[in-house]
């Protein structure tokens, strides 16, 4: 799914992004009331345009989260960057707000004719929901229907001012101008060869690796199969059909460990309920281990997804995450956790409960925006705090760093995020781990052919049997291709102190910190129900760094069982571990490429035609380098080596 990345509204966040005291962000209006800076007001940049279009129905129901005051919060973040992991019930104690505090905020809510559905100590934040006219009268606003670029929602004509009595020092959820979305990505014409088995049941004998033999079909594995006859890379493969399980284990040398049962955990909205069974259906077909039942834990919201969600791509992407996660690690038990929204109050929520819970060893969030220039204070306070709990109580997070590069393939119109970093949250967080992507050739002999970054460059090839006819179509008007790993610099976290001198040069958080598969050229199989088609059954090659988010958790998930490691936030034990055989380096730019064929609108193969995608090419300032770039951080996780040294 080659979709455009949600960013997020421009706002000022000149405060510390966990809030440590009210005075940092609230002004005194001088009659009992604050006006919370940087909660609400929406001021776009000098490329952005908001449009407003008239005031929100009063009945239109928001999700918010009341923020209070923590205690001792430098204290806690210098604790997690240097890797310190305390029990739940330490963590409360030091860090958690007073239970005064929140029944104060919880209080207020109701008296305002909110609904409280959710109180957290350990996060000092008070989930709520209202309508549009409460909201309006008791924070002193006019919320408005407005646009950027093409997203539609809600936001505030103003900063919201509050009681003081409320004990309140910032309100997340006020703009809903910065929905998630799922990260993964499909490669070219692939929604037709969509459905069916694209492995032939999966019982296959690919041909030799390495010579061009006139087939348009897609190659089971690197070089099995490769259509054109001039070729623009010396590596050159048609697209892959997608890897299986047993290829992920090959890939990662995660074999070796298969017998490791971890707890791992899953962040998404949306649930289909047929996913077990589908899971299952395609582990059969591919010879592998089911996923038992009782291994399969689903936490529902219960709530039906809007629209404005995407449940159709939430769809493939429970699929991915699960059936990758099972393929990592088969005896892995799975808690899959549907938040029911793609906006930020219901999933930092539900976050919150399963960090609170303290039942998994890992969180992947296959999901993001396409940049944090436009985060408040409060909205990244709101993502910062539990993911700084996670990080000191010993669970490891891990987020998609995204799918379209620096954004600069996006259509004018988003001009929003066009040309800015691929730098958005929960990715470019301080306090979880930010996951880049790679394409992987791997060859029927199990040999990686290719390991490069998930960059991609699209070339047309109008005569396969001539290099000359070989045109660059990548920023061509209207051609919106594949593009790669979200990566760079962001607009509003301070570099954390395991990043210096370790990030080129950049002064600010740089993401990503780690890779793994991702480019959908070389992806792995699904198995969905395709709610496009009759809700029948399919299987898809699908990519993008949904796929690299949830391979990374499984992979650290099996290590730190094996090591019996506590280990929360992961990132800066991957920094320590490159350099050695634990990581292995990705350096392999503009040296390979995979092939794809052009369909006629009928969906016939044109004959002698076709499309070069190039991988690790450089479109724009994202590729891979020696020891640490900007498309795959430190490297990808090397097989034994890697589950020895993770601890």
């Known amino acids: 799914m080659n979709r455009r990345r949600i960013a997020t509204v421009t706002l000022v966040a000149t405060t510390a992004a966990m809030l440590p005291a009210a005075a940092s962000i609230a002004a005194d209006t001088g009659s009992g009331s604050s006006v919370l800076v940087g909660s609400g007001r929406v001021i776009t940049g000098s490329q952005s345009t908001l449009l407003r279009h008239g005031d929100a129905a009063g009945a239109t129901t928001m999700s918010l989260s009341l923020l209070v005051a923590l205690p001792n919060q430098a204290q806690a973040q210098a604790l997690a960057a240097k890797g310190v992991v305390l029990s739940p019930a330490e963590y409360t104690r030091r860090f958690g707000a007073s239970q005064a505090a929140v029944d104060k905020a919880s209080a207020w809510a109701r008296a305002n004719g909110y609904r409280v559905t959710y109180v957290s100590r350990d996060s ?40 003081n009595s409320s004990g309140v020092i910032a309100v997340a959820g006020l703009s809903t101008l910065d929905k998630k979305e799922p990260l993964n990505a499909r490669g070219l014409n692939t929604a037709r060869a969509a459905v069916g088995a694209p492995r032939a049941s999966f019982k296959v004998t690919p041909k030799a690796n390495g010579a061009t033999d006139g087939s348009t079909q897609c190659a089971y594995y690197w070089g099995d199969h490769l259509y054109p006859r001039a070729k623009k890379y010396s590596a050159m493969s048609n697209a892959l059909c997608g890897y299986i399980p047993q290829d992920l284990q090959k890939i990662y040398g995660s074999a070796g460990v298969a017998a490791q049962k971890p707890t791992l955990g899953i962040l998404l909205w949306g649930n289909d309920k047929t996913m077990l069974a589908q899971t299952n259906a395609y582990m059969k077909d591919a010879g592998f281990p089911q996923l038992a039942a009782a291994n399969y834990k689903v936490f529902s919201s219960g709530k039906k997804v809007p629209n404005e969600c995407d449940p159709k791509g939430v769809n493939v992407e429970q699929a991915l995450d699960v059936q990758s996660t099972h393929a990592i690690a088969p005896n892995a038990t799975i808690h899959y956790y549907d938040a029911g929204s793609c906006l930020d109050a219901p999933l930092t929520a539900t976050l919150q409960k399963m960090v609170t819970a303290h039942q998994v060893s890992t969180i992947s969030m296959s999901f993001g925006a396409g940049s944090d220039r436009g985060e408040t204070a409060a909205s990244k306070a709101a993502w910062d705090r539990p993911l700084l709990q996670a990080s000191l109580t010993g669970i490891s997070t891990f987020a998609s760093s995204g799918d379209q590069g620096n954004n600069s393939t996006l259509p004018i119109s988003d001009t929003k995020v066009q040309g800015y970093a691929g730098v958005g949250l929960p990715a470019s967080s301080n306090y979880t781990t930010a996951v880049g992507g790679t394409a992987i050739g791997l060859t029927a002999k199990g040999v990686q052919a290719v390991a490069a970054g998930w960059e991609n460059r699209v070339f047309r090839q109008t005569n ?16 919106l291709p594949i593009s790669g790993a979200g990566g760079g610099q962001s607009a509003t976290y301070a570099q954390p102190s395991w990043q210096k001198g370790k990030v080129g040069g950049y002064t600010r958080r740089a993401v990503p910190d780690v890779s793994a598969l991702a480019d959908p ?55 320590k571990l ?39 090419a450089k479109p724009e300032n994202l590729v891979s380098a020696p020891r640490w770039d900007n498309v795959t951080g430190v490297g990808t996780p090397n097989g034994a080596a890697f589950f020895a040294a993770f601890k």
């Open 124 to 163: 000092g934040q008070v989930f709520v929901t209202s309508s549009v006219a409460k909201v309006n009268k008791s924070l002193s606003l006019r919320m408005q229907r407005a646009t950027l670029g093409a997203v539609s929602g809600l936001a505030p004509n103003t900063d919201p001012t509050i009681a």
């Open 464 to 479: 396969t049997n001539t290099t000359t006819s070989i045109k660059d179509v990548t920023f061509t008007a209207n051609f």
């Open 521 to 575: 050229g070389t992806g792995y199989t699904v198995r969905f129900t395709d709610m496009t088609n009759g809700n029948q059954p399919v299987y898809a090659s699908i990519g993008g760094t949904s796929l690299a988010s949830p391979i990374v958790a499984a992979l650290v998930g099996q290590a730190k069982k094996k090591n019996n490691a506590k280990v929360g936030l992961a990132a800066p034990v991957f920094y």
């Open 578 to 616: 490159a350099g050695t055989s634990a990581i292995k380096d990705i350096n392999f730019p503009n040296k390979s490429g995979v092939f794809y064929n052009a369909h006629n609108d009928a969906g016939q193969v044109v004959p002698n035609q076709g499309y070069v995608v190039g991988l690790d």
